[in-house]
């Protein structure tokens, strides 16, 4: 499956973003999705993830009640709602799917998305 990202750009403090992750090649309903990000300097980090149906989702700490995952599996395309958006979530986020394998371990996902550039200006 082949996934791109998108969305991302520069907000102000306090703003937000809506990230949309587009699969092609596979339905994705076979897929857990889950966001990851890295910032500059740092090491991949799990966002939030989503399982196949969007019943279940979990997220890390840092985004709990800001962010939220969601899928349109009609449309093949997962999303990364960001509300209240602070300097410290500047990174480059990627989507990536995995076969059900987990929900925030970076090496379970077998497939990532190139990512999208968010910088969060304070």
């Known amino acids: 499956v082949q996934l791109q990202a998108s969305g991302g750009g520069l907000v102000q403090a306090g703003g937000s973003l809506r990230l949309s992750c587009a699969a092609s090649g596979r339905t994705l309903n076979m897929y857990f999705m889950g966001w990851f990000r890295q910032a500059p300097g740092k090491a991949r980090e799990f966002v939030a993830a989503i399982n196949w149906s969007g019943g279940s989702t979990n997220y890390a700490d840092s985004v709990k009640g800001r962010f939220t995952i969601s899928r349109d599996n009609a449309k093949n395309t997962v999303y990364l709602q960001m509300n209240r958006l602070k300097p410290e979530d500047t990174a480059v986020y990627y989507c990536?799917?995995?076969?059900?394998?987990?929900?925030?371990?970076?090496?379970?996902?077998?497939?990532w998305g190139q990512g999208t550039l968010v910088t969060v200006s304070s």
């Open positions: 990536a799917a995995n076969s059900g394998r987990g929900w925030a371990v970076a090496h379970l996902y077998d497939y």
